[in-house]
């Protein structure tokens, strides 16, 4: 989502470059998305006990979170639009993730 918003108002003098194929090349990545959805935690207290459950809330929108009062909710946390996600690549960017290669997750531009 930052990116996305970067790239945007840098209006065009930002490029996301394809990976080189020579670079790294054992190296398991996964290509960038453009969509994903965006949830926070919302903790159920249970009246009739003192346990509580944390639960995820997913956001369609960024509307639809400020009006259920989801706190932190930022727009830039939601996608950008179809034309917008396509016009800046994402999918050139890559993603590490911990269980491919027993390492950390980063998420490389």
């Not at 994903?36 to 929108?61: C, G, K, Q």
Request: hydrophobic share 35%.
């Amino acid at each position: 989502a930052l990116l996305t918003r970067s790239a945007h108002f840098a209006s065009g003098s930002v490029h996301i470059e394809p990976w080189p194929d020579d670079v790294l090349p054992q190296l398991m990545r996964r290509p960038g998305v453009s969509t994903w959805r965006v949830a926070s935690h919302e903790t159920i207290d249970d009246d009739n006990t003192s346990d509580s459950e944390v639960r995820l809330r997913w956001y369609s929108s960024y509307d639809c979170a400020k009006a259920a009062n989801m706190p932190h909710a930022v727009d830039t946390l939601w996608p950008p639009p179809p034309e917008l996600a396509m016009s800046l690549h994402l999918e050139r960017c890559s993603r590490l993730l911990h269980h491919d290669q027993d390492s950390g997750g980063f998420f490389i531009a």
